[in-house]
Nanobody, 117 residues
Framework: QVQLVESGGGLVQPGQSLRLSCAAS????????MGWYRQAPGKERELVAE?????????ADSVKGRFTISRDYGKDTDTLYLQMNSLKPEDTAVYYC?????????WGQGTQVTVSS
């Protein structure tokens, strides 16, 4: 079973930036669409960014223009990134990476992002 490990979260002030990473324990190049999800307290998990074939990207309106998703294909592993700029308090959530459109991989532990002054 592939494992997804998210990292890079933290506590930042509004307007600051963070870069999240998601490392897969093995190559998942056969999964053509990957995405970043987030779940805020008391809310459902939502998809905020996706990348298709490592090139085409799509963003939720709430993060468009502020977040950038990218993907590195390695020989034995894959890494997904989420560059988050101009962070807002409403971006506070646990962030996860996972497949989009196909069945989910086992969920990782996520990485906590807290935006607060």
């Amino acid at each position: 079973q592939v494992q997804l490990v998210e990292s890079g979260g933290g506590l930042v002030q509004p307007g600051q930036s963070l870069r999240l990473s998601c490392a897969a324990s093995r190559s998942i190049s056969n999964i053509y669409v990957m995405g970043w999800y987030r779940q805020a307290p008391g809310k459902e998990r939502e998809l905020v960014a996706e990348i298709r074939h490592g090139i085409r990207t799509h963003y939720a309106d709430s993060v468009k223009g502020r977040f950038t998703i990218s993907r590195d294909y390695g020989k034995d592993t894959d890494t997904l990134y989420l560059q988050m700029n101009s962070l807002k308090p409403e971006d506070t959530a646990v962030y996860y990476c996972n497949a989009v459109e196909t069945g989910f991989l086992p969920w990782g532990q996520g990485t906590q992002v807290t935006v607060s002054s």
